[in-house]
């Protein structure tokens, strides 16, 4: 996830006149989605068990183990992918079928700063605001309310596309190992150099990023991160990263913008030792920082301003700096950074989950993003484990088999034993728990509402 950005409504005012759907309530299309389906598939839909959670800007999505799609929070852009512009909906929908999408058939998603992606049966779909063409649908300006396949007439249709990432305004995706980048590129973040600056340097279709003589190889491509203006791939074990580079968000020691992928920095120091030489096995990036896990440890660097590199200071990096181990006032050790299975950046916080299923957050908890049970303007430079959560609809979190955590705009979302629980600022309902507005923030992890 990355920061927040204020786009005009204007445009899509226009839009939801327009589509077949809006005319639709809301609910009504929910129903007919849900009637639409088997006996078996319905069983699934009443009480269905989650894989992966993404949360974009004040909105969220939830993939299901039987490949179903539910997103819940802002919808302005249709980002939902409901077949509607409702403003907002504070409890998860389903996706609907569209343009050949089938929900149901999902093995990827992601959610950007207000648009969604999405792989089904191998094709990448995406929907939302397509201002700049992030949507891939080869025509920028046309937002939608639901999916439209990437790269209608092109490449995309080979049906082997296995990962997509969506950025504020930029996508790209991993196609036969091949990273591919499409949207907005002012800064360079598409890999394709820099024409003009501004949303006119954007790109309606998917384009390979190009190789780098002596350094990047677009193949064998593992991971692929898409944030604010920048983006990062890891190729033949690898990290790499391009685009804005105003916060030293690319690692490579130097703050200089570059549209071709730029190496991350290896080093040496006394905390440890950070190789990039083919051990990287997660990279995550938001508005001005990135953390990685290279040999199950978790290093970060960019923007600390708030603690959100988890070094135990507020000294911003523009080269990996290790994240720190936390210790209890007793000296007890409450964070060790080992064992590091996955990593989520939001705007101003970090969180990771551990291999004993263990989730932990650092940062700002201005909302309660961090899951503390509590709300300062305090930084949090240090790791903390996530509070137990209260019971709610007869079920608790408890911090033990946690699978996926994602970090966004002041709020997490995180799976644990197949149920999402999120936790943090509630304006527009990206919780998920049917509730929005004033009063309605999570300060312990709470579990969503399915209708």
């Not at 039987?66 to 907002?88: K, P």
């Not at 504020?168 to 990273?179: F, L, R």
């Not at 989730?359 to 993003?369: D, L, Q, R």
């Amino acid at each position: 996830m990355r920061k927040r950005h204020i786009v005009p409504l204007a445009v899509i005012a226009l839009m939801a006149a327009a589509s077949v759907f809006a005319v639709l309530h809301f609910d009504e299309l929910q129903e007919r989605i849900y009637d639409g389906r088997k006996a078996s598939e319905r069983s699934a839909l009443k009480d269905p068990v989650f894989a992966d959670v993404e949360t974009g800007n004040f909105f969220a999505c939830g993939l299901t183990t039987s490949g179903y799609v539910y997103c819940w929070g802002d919808n302005h852009y249709g980002q939902l992918g409901t077949g509607s512009y409702t403003e907002l909906s504070d409890q998860p929908k389903l996706v609907v079928d569209a343009g050949g999408f089938v929900n149901g058939h999902v093995t990827s998603i992601t959610t950007g700063d207000f648009h969604t992606c999405a792989v089904s049966d191998g094709t990448a779909y995406c929907w939302g605001n397509n201002m700049v063409g992030q949507l891939g649908s080869a025509s920028a300006g046309q937002t939608s309310n639901v999916p439209v396949p990437v790269d209608p007439s092109g490449s995309f249709l080979s049906k082997e596309v296995s990962e997509i990432r969506a950025g504020y305004m930029h996508t790209c995706a991993v196609e036969k190992s091949q990273v591919f980048c499409w949207g907005n590129n002012g800064w360079g973040q598409t890999g394709q150099p820099v024409s003009k600056q501004g949303p006119s340097a954007s790109s309606a279709v998917p384009a390979p990023v190009p190789n780098v003589p002596g350094g990047f190889v677009n193949s064998d491509i593992s991971k692929v991160a898409a944030a604010d203006n920048f983006s990062c791939a890891v190729s033949l074990g690898k990290l790499y990263c391009w685009g804005n580079n105003q916060s030293g968000q690319l690692g490579n020691g130097s703050f200089e913008m570059s549209s071709q992928p730029s190496l991350v920095k290896s080093l040496s120091g006394t905390d440890g030792s950070f190789k990039n030489d083919g051990h990287i096995t997660d990279v995550a990036a938001a508005s001005g920082h990135v953390c990685a896990v290279e040999d199950g440890q978790a290093w970060c660097w960019g923007n600390n301003d708030q603690g959100q590199l988890g070094t135990g200071s507020l000294v911003s990096s523009i080269e990996p700096a290790l994240v720190k181990d936390s210790l209890s006032t007793e000296g007890r050790v409450m964070f060790a950074n080992k064992d590091i299975v996955g990593i989520s950046t939001g705007i101003l916080h970090t969180c990771l989950v551990n291999s004993s299923g263990k989730s932990f957050c650092w940062g700002n908890n201005v909302h309660g993003e961090l899951g503390r049970g509590t709300v300062d303007t305090e930084y949090h430079p240090v790791p903390a484990k996530v509070a137990e959560g209260r019971r709610q609809r007869g079920i608790a979190f408890t911090n033990s088999g946690v699978t996926r955590v994602s970090a966004g705009m002041g709020s997490t979302c995180l799976v644990s034993a197949g149920r999402i629980f999120c936790f943090g600022y509630n304006s527009r309902g990206q919780l998920g728990t049917g509730e929005h507005g004033p009063g309605t923030d999570e300060h312990l992890p709470a579990v969503i509402k399915i209708k």
